[in-house]
């Protein structure tokens, strides 16, 4: 008896292409991984490409065009799970930072003829636009709570990917907290595990490119920041980076800036 | 889906509208008349990210980190040219030890860089595969040797900066975090076992069928008095430019065509330019190691090599290369005293120019007394080929206009992939759409 094998597409919108090169990281499964699923539209990888529907659609990067505004809403629709790939597909990326300045000055600024260039006012996550069955964090992704993820769907249960903070993986590598040792700005308390705390692990403080954590405390983290001297500057870039727009985040930075 | 469709016939215009297997996408649009070439356009339509705007008044010690987010495929190429701009900036001179391990990541970036391009996204071109699974399909061993190959890059990468993807431990002044020298030893054996194995793998690659198409190009490249370039070192071409980084505003202009969100890049008062892999081969050709030249002469690779196809030769020739430093590198390291060396934080300007896998990359940062950068400019390698990959494509078309539309498309798909453009390096995305009057 043959059954067809589960159909998965992959999908850019704004973003470095890192998260989707993820699976092409994963080189002891690969081979294995496209044996068992059917990778019908995957144009980084392939020319062969399917129309859908697909039974799962991974979404990497924001919306920063209205045509892309627009094809968010196609890809819906031909997707059984839509999963969000990364921080800008997640919380809009580092390209979000426009969100808070005017960017059509922005555009001018980098482009000599700024009439060439089509692009919206704020660069926004997928799940600003249509329902999404998961959020997979991370910039980049892990390839391995990828893979996770992939197997998950497939098999019809939910995936194990912890909520829980950077301080959770710090203590288990029984890394030396450097917010307290060496009193470096740190944003583990408040950011979601998966990276393997590889900040810390190199001695400086995690930036918080897998987001927030569940039920973070970002404004009292920033508190503490200011507390110990940090400038008010400072803090808010430190909540400013790949997942800016993310909503704890996005609370921090404009508590530390309006004091 | 509005995008993604075969290959079409439609009032006179074929058009492919989304090219697979770059990094990053784009479009391609080719007018003949009477089989004549009109005009050729390498469109890309990347949405912009601004990354030039949204730096500004960031610190200049978070630029690697931001940078690094140009590029997936490429991260560590955007942070070495960020921190050397900087401490060329500030006149930091760091410690021999820190030097190597950043030509060490470099080569595990080239490592991975290259032959990702050579076996998952080009080699398909030339065996008449449409992906790299259907390649394995065929060829198990050799597939799973460049997997493994790939892997060694990733582990290099990894092991010095934590992740391969956007590594987090390069810092201006050195590095966050610096190894053990028993940390890296354990990745000898497996640089050794692949210097064994690389003729093979080049025999492999040197038995495809390649156009028989040469161009007259003015080589681009970095060149030191005695390495092969990844770092540093001065902008030569073969047209006899030799300038330092400093100077590169001087000689290079950009322009912003309509066509496109990827800048144009040309030499003033001439045109445009080759850079990346055969660039480099065909101008440090004395600097690589032996091993390295031997695996040319095994493929037969000559200096000068003129035709684009053979890129891909190049690329088996520089993995050979890096491998073989690599493994130099972590037999004399001894761990630096420091990470990263101190220094004082002023207003200052600088700039630098690095190979990254595509080719160079040109950075160039002001920022004030706190650090806070003013202004910056990003040259990636793919802006700089892309006129000349469309200079290419109109020399290459006239050759195989009588062929089906399908494999028209197909040729200049791999002509484009010749360079291994990175569009999203050029913040970009890329399209194919032929046109006949």
């Known amino acids: 008896m043959t059954k067809t094998k589960p159909r998965i597409g992959v999908f850019k919108f704004a973003s470095c292409d890192g998260c989707q090169l993820s699976l092409l990281d994963l080189e002891d499964e690969l081979i294995a991984l496209a044996g068992a699923v059917d990778l019908a539209f995957f144009p980084e990888m392939s020319s062969h490409m399917r129309k859908g529907p697909y039974d799962i659609g991974l979404v990497e990067g924001s919306v920063t065009t209205h045509h892309d505004a627009s094809r968010i809403h196609e890809i819906r629709k031909q997707c059984k799970t839509l999963v969000a790939i990364g921080a800008c597909a997640t919380a809009g990326g580092i390209q979000a930072l426009r969100n808070w300045h005017d960017s059509k000055q922005w555009v001018s600024h980098v482009y000599a003829h700024p009439e060439y260039i089509q692009t919206l006012g704020m660069s926004t996550p997928i799940s600003e636009h249509v329902p999404i069955d998961f959020e997979l964090r991370g910039c980049p992704v892990s390839k391995h709570q990828l893979l996770e993820l992939l197997s998950a769907t497939l098999a019809g249960r939910r995936p194990n990917i912890p909520t829980y903070s950077v301080c959770m993986e710090c203590k288990r590598k029984g890394n030396v907290c450097v917010a307290v040792a060496q009193h470096v700005a740190c944003l583990g308390p408040a950011t979601q595990a998966g990276c393997g705390a590889i900040c810390p692990s190199f001695g400086r403080g995690c930036y918080g490119c897998f987001g927030p954590a569940e039920t973070p405390n970002t404004v009292i983290l920033a508190d503490q920041l200011l507390r110990e001297g940090r400038a008010q500057q400072t803090v808010v870039r430190d909540f400013r980076s790949f997942n800016a727009w993310a909503w704890p985040y996005r609370q921090a930075s404009e508590k530390a800036r309006s004091l | ?437």
């Not at chain 2, 509005?2 to 074929?14: A, C, L, Q, Y």
């Not at chain 2, 990354?51 to 010690?61: P, Q």
């Open chain 2, 1 to 437: 889906m509005s995008r993604v469709i075969e290959p079409r016939k439609k009032n006179g215009t074929i058009r492919v509208d989304y090219m697979a297997r770059v990094e990053g996408e784009g479009a391609l649009f080719i007018k003949l008349k009477n089989d004549q070439v009109q005009d050729v356009k390498l469109k890309l339509f990347e949405p912009p990210r601004l990354f030039e705007a949204l730096l500004r008044g960031r610190h200049f010690s978070e630029a690697p980190d931001i940078t690094a987010r140009i590029c997936g495929i490429c991260p560590v190429a955007y942070q070495m040219t960020a921190v050397h701009s900087i401490e060329r900036a500030l006149g930091i001179t760091v410690h021999p030890m820190v030097r190597l391990l950043r030509r060490l990541l470099y080569a595990g970036e080239w490592i991975e860089s290259h032959v990702l391009h050579m076996y998952m996204l080009h080699a398909p071109d030339f065996m008449g595969y449409r992906d790299f699974v259907e390649l394995a399909r065929d060829h198990p061993a050799e597939a799973r040797e460049a997997l493994r190959l790939k892997k060694l890059g990733n582990q290099i990468m990894t092991l010095l900066g934590g992740r391969e993807i956007h590594p987090v431990s390069v810092a201006v002044g050195g590095f966050y975090k610096t190894p053990s020298k028993s940390e890296l030893e354990p990745l000898a054996d497996e640089l050794k076992r692949a210097l064994d194995i690389v003729f093979d793998k080049a025999k492999f690659l040197a038995g495809f069928d390649y156009p028989d198409f040469e161009q007259t190009y003015e080589f681009v490249a970095l060149s030191h008095p005695s390495e092969y370039p990844l770092n540093e070192g001065r902008l030569v071409s073969s047209k006899g430019l030799n300038i330092d980084a400093s100077q590169y505003e001087d000689y290079f202009t950009e322009h912003h065509v309509k066509h496109s969100n990827a800048l144009h890049s040309v030499i003033r008062g001439r045109d445009c330019y080759q850079t990346g892999p055969l660039a480099r081969f065909n101008l440090n050709y004395s600097k690589l190691p032996e091993v390295a030249r031997q695996a040319a002469e095994h493929c037969g690779l000559r200096v000068p090599c003129l035709n684009p196809f053979k890129s891909i030769l190049a690329r088996a020739v520089e993995v050979v290369f890096a491998l073989q430093e690599s493994l130099r590198i972590i037999q004399i390291y001894e761990p630096p005293p420091v990470p990263r060396v101190p220094f004082e934080i002023r207003a200052a300007a600088g700039n630098a120019i690095t190979e990254a896998p595509r080719g160079i990359q040109f950075n160039r940062y002001t920022f004030d007394e706190q650090g806070l950068i003013q202004s910056v400019k990003i040259v990636p390698p793919t802006s700089q080929n892309q006129k000349r990959i469309e200079e290419d494509l109109k020399n290459f078309v006239p050759g195989i206009v009588a062929l089906p539309i399908e494999e028209i498309t197909r040729r200049c798909e791999q002509a484009v992939r010749n360079y291994d453009p990175c569009i999203s390096c050029a913040t970009h995305f890329l399209k194919v759409t032929l046109e006949r009057e």
